[in-house]
């Protein structure tokens, strides 16, 4: 469940003394695409279950553009030179579900719960 609170009104990130789980997002408008420079993160975040990381150190690039009324494409650059050799792009598209009367159930997550656990285990990865 995690959200951002990202600024668009031009003004500098924070301090590097200031580390934080989503970093310091800050976003401009490059005509119909909504661009967001990230940096700042406490590096103890991660980009999938398989375990690929970036340090304190990564900047990240997002490219979000609305492609047609249904489709949001997402795009984001990381570049980190104490992980990776050179920036590299993951993209996939977000689809509005157009079934009539769908519902979205919201996953628990809170203290204690196991359960995300048990199905990365389940899927063969070690925690």
């Given at each position: 469940h995690?959200?951002?609170?990202?600024?668009?009104?031009?003004?500098?990130?924070?301090?590097?003394d200031l580390l934080m789980w989503l970093g310091d997002p800050r976003g401009r408008w490059e005509g119909n695409t909504l661009v967001i420079e990230t940096v700042n993160q406490n590096g103890k975040n991660y980009l999938a279950q398989r375990?690929?990381?970036?340090?304190?150190?990564?900047r990240l690039i997002e490219r979000m553009t609305?492609?047609?009324a249904n489709t949001i494409h997402w795009a984001a650059t990381i570049d980190?030179?104490?992980?990776?050799?050179?920036?590299?792009?993951?993209?996939?598209a977000f689809r509005r579900n157009t079934v009539p009367n769908t519902?979205?159930?919201?996953?628990?997550?809170?203290?204690?719960?196991?359960?995300?656990m048990q199905l990365v285990r389940n899927n063969g990865f070690k925690v």
């Open positions: 995690p959200f951002r609170i990202v600024p668009t009104d031009g003004r500098p990130h924070t301090g590097k375990g690929r990381f970036y340090t304190e150190e990564a609305m492609i047609d980190d030179s104490n992980v990776y050799t050179r920036p590299f792009t993951i993209a996939f519902e979205v159930w919201e996953e628990a997550c809170f203290e204690d719960n196991t359960e995300q």
